[in-house]
């Protein structure tokens, strides 16, 4: 089914794009891994409505949600492709071919939600969004997704040293397989839709996330140990297939970049209040929250930071990224 709707997808595609520029009407295809309702889903909904809107139906949207057209290492390539226009994913499985997206995954680089909008929206935020044009796409928005945390089946974590030997999902980044690594821990990087079954079976004893994936995804259903350890204040990214957003007209192009502007706006409202709403939801299925000792884990992270901040750009970014009041 997955295939197929992939191939009707990029069929679609196809025939819009053949015809040329948007003399009738061209519908856009964007992909998210997350359930309908989702904050990214409906960022991006409301993103297409507001093109509709814009473009007196010229352009339109459809978003293919729930991980539809495959998980988010294939819908990157999708998009870079051009078989779909759109995607909302993590920036963390960017940082192997952007580097500059490696600065806003680095653990605990961000003191909090705010300084983490301040850089986002900020001078660094564009020098991020440039980095993505020779990969082939346009960044169009950065979405919120809270802080990421480690949680699991096996045992309740209130220190690093609880960590030890425990075997974590991990999101596909480098990064993160080091900072498991550097908290005693064995990382296996896998697709998020693999992550419920692994936990069950044992493959491995949890993972990491902010609570509206912990819940949508179920995972608090069999992994109960939730610690709010914030490793990462890591934004989500939507971007667009560069050729196909260097086809429109520059005034399309002002109105999608506008479109996606305000529906930052949108997504932040319905990020914060669907964090408050899911941390309830997987308290009720009996998820137990444990406050760790913070500081060391963020002591643990300097060998993420000697390896993979090593060139002057990076070092100058992540400098520039502290500086930000
Ligand atoms: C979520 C993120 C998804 C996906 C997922 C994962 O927080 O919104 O795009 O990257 O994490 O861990 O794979």
Redesign the pocket.
């Known amino acids: 089914m997955k295939n197929f709707v992939r191939l009707a997808a990029g069929l679609m595609v196809a025939a819009s794009f053949m015809s040329g520029a948007a003399t009738a009407q061209t519908v856009l295809k964007s992909s998210d ?2 359930p309908d309702g989702y904050p ?1 889903v409906e960022g991006v909904k409301y993103f297409g409505e507001l093109l509709k809107e814009r473009t007196q139906g010229r352009y339109s949207l459809e978003v293919y949600h729930s991980a539809q057209l495959g998980e ?1 290492k294939d819908t990157i390539e999708q998009v870079r492709s051009g078989v779909i226009e759109l995607n ?3 920036m ?2 960017f940082n192997g071919t952007v580097k500059e997206s490696i600065v806003p995954a680095l653990p605990y680089i961000f003191r909090s939600e705010e300084h983490m909008h301040k850089v986002m929206d900020g001078a660094i935020g564009e020098q991020i969004k440039k980095a993505f044009e020779p990969a082939g796409l346009v960044v169009l928005a950065f979405y919120d ?1 809270g802080a ?1 945390s480690f949680y699991n089946k096996t045992k309740p974590i209130n220190s690093v040293a609880d960590m030890k030997g425990l075997k974590f999902r991990v ?1 596909q980044s480098d990064i993160f397989v080091d900072m498991v690594a550097a908290l005693g821990a064995n990382a296996t990087p896998m ?2 839709g693999e992550v419920y079954s692994g936990i069950e079976t044992g493959v491995i004893d949890g ?1 990491e ?2 609570f ?2 912990y819940d949508t995804a179920k995972h608090a259903e069999v992994a109960k140990n939730y610690s709010l350890d914030e490793h990462t204040i890591l934004p ?1 990214v939507f971007v667009m297939n560069k050729a196909a957003f260097d086809k429109l007209t520059p005034e399309d192009q002002a109105v999608f970049k506008q479109a996606a502007k305000d529906s930052v706006a949108k997504q932040r409202e319905l990020w914060s209040a669907k964090v408050t709403e899911s941390r309830t939801n997987v308290e009720k299925l009996g998820a137990q929250i444990t406050m760790p000792d913070k500081q060391g884990f963020i002591d643990a992270m300097a060998p993420v930071y000697e390896k993979h901040v090593k060139d002057d750009v990076l070092k100058k970014m992540v400098e520039d990224v502290k500086a930000v009041q």
């Open positions: 891994t997350h990214t988010e909302r994913v993590s963390a499985p997704a990421r999101i697709p998020y993972a996330n902010n509206p994936s989500e």
